[in-house]
């Protein structure tokens, strides 16, 4: 059983960056259940997706895995021969428990995990791709690159699903739905000081784009068509088909 997130439930006087270390290792399936609204059912779709677009003799990446819900995920609804599934993080702390959650189970498809930056990694053969919750964090100069090396790393007809938070245009509707994100945080269990530390902390780590700006970008590095395929409230999922 793992620990509840209480990082930033006392004042912290020296607040520094974001970073995915050992605390946030620790305590992080109850963090991303706590601040994502849908994460659950984004999950179970990324298996449900993997399982009709894996073809056989490919590649599976996770790029920025975590403790590996979404690899676990995926790695359950394989059914094709010859695959085999690359989950990536920059972060020693998740990589080390995520193994032990990938040893727990048993699977015939085989999992590589690699202890690097998703944006030097090479990409080949691959039929499905994963971004959950990890573009935003890659510097927005650095996300178009990326997205054209996935891009020209994947097979025909292969399948691309990002996972984000997002701001929009409209000052009006940016304030509406940012505070039905904080009153799911709120309804969640976290304070007022818990919200404002760990927003201070986010701040030019975790930077946003709009859905428009996701799908341009999509388009730019080459992808024939993408959608949004779910939101929830300031958080959401697209695909893109190559
Ligand atoms: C919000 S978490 C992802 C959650 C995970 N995909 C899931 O579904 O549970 C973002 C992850 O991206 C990783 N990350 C951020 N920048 C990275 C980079 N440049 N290379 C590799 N991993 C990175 C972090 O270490 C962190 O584990
Ligand atoms: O925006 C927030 O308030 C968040 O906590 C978001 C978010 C994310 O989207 O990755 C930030 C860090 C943690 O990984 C969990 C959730």
Redesign the pocket.
Known sequence: MQGKDTLFSKPITQLGE?RFDEQVAEVFPD??QR??PGYSNIISTIGHLTGQFHQANSKLYDLGCSLGAATMAMRRAVTKPGVEIVAVDNSAAMLERCQKHLDAFRSSAPVSLLCEDICEVEINQASVVVLN?TL?FIAQEQRLALLTKIYQGMCPGGLLIVSE?FHFEQTSTQNLISELHLDF?RANGYSELEISQ??SS?DNV?VTDTIAQHKQRFADAGFSASELWFQCFN?GSLVAIK
């Open positions: 974001f963090m991303i601040s994502v919750f935003q938070k945080k760990k927003r986010l975790l958080f």
